[in-house]
């Protein structure tokens, strides 16, 4: 059961969004403070997993070579970059960007991981899309079904940030329940919970942000 601020919120945010002829995307807009993030290690650098997932698709990204190769992409996976792949597009950051820049989130055969460090670390890393190692036996199926359900949510330097919770094709509690799950997880990470976040706010893609009580 969904708190009923915010699910009033969550209403309202869907009330006052303009008709339009795309689906919106839904957004928290998190206000922290007493928290200084001049120091790296007060930051919010989180994958959170929504219950109700994302409400738009979520494009999966593979580093692997064979059975973990076929199993990805058996899985669903959007991108199968091998070993060879790597080789190819090393020095080469125009291609690196253009066949990366579509996939959310990617996974790695652990092997694999510091040619992947040196060649698509410098594009990757920076936008906090390095890829989760796995062992090369491992069953990538419920790894790729959670990423689809997953958000970073990122503060750097900033006291405000967004993270994406839904979009209008979802019910208004399926998105209050992924605005408490993730509220729950930054606040989980603030040293003083709660009094460490000054104010929230539910908005769509073309509408006005609604303030959370």
Known sequence: MVNENTLKAVNEAIELAPKRK????????????????????????????????RGKATK?????????AIKSQSDGADLIISP?????????????????????????????????????????GPKGKMPDPVPSSAD???????LRRTVK?????????????????????????NVEALLNTIESRLENGKQNIA???VKTTMGPAVRLK
């Not at 990538?140 to 959670?146: E, F, H, S, T, V």
């Open 153 to 177: 949510v990122r503060s750097k330097d900033k006291p405000t940030f967004h993270a994406l919770i839904g979009n209008l094709s979802m019910s208004a509690d399926d998105i209050a329940a």
């Open 22 to 53: 795309f689906t919106e995307s839904v957004d928290l807009i998190v206000n922290l403070k007493n928290v200084d993030l001049s120091q790296p290690k007060n930051r919010i650098t989180e994958s959170i997993v929504l219950p109700n997932g």
């Open 60 to 68: 999966i990204g593979v580093f692997a070579k064979g059975d973990l």
């Open 140 to 146: 990538p199926g419920p790894l790729i079904n959670r």
């Open 84 to 124: 060879e792949d790597i080789d190819k597009m090393s020095g080469d950051k125009k291609l690196i960007r253009s066949t990366t820049r579509e996939i959310d989130f990617f996974i790695a055969e652990a092997a694999l991981m510091p040619s992947i460090g040196k060649s698509f670390g410098p594009i990757l």
């Open 199 to 201: 104010s929230v706010y």
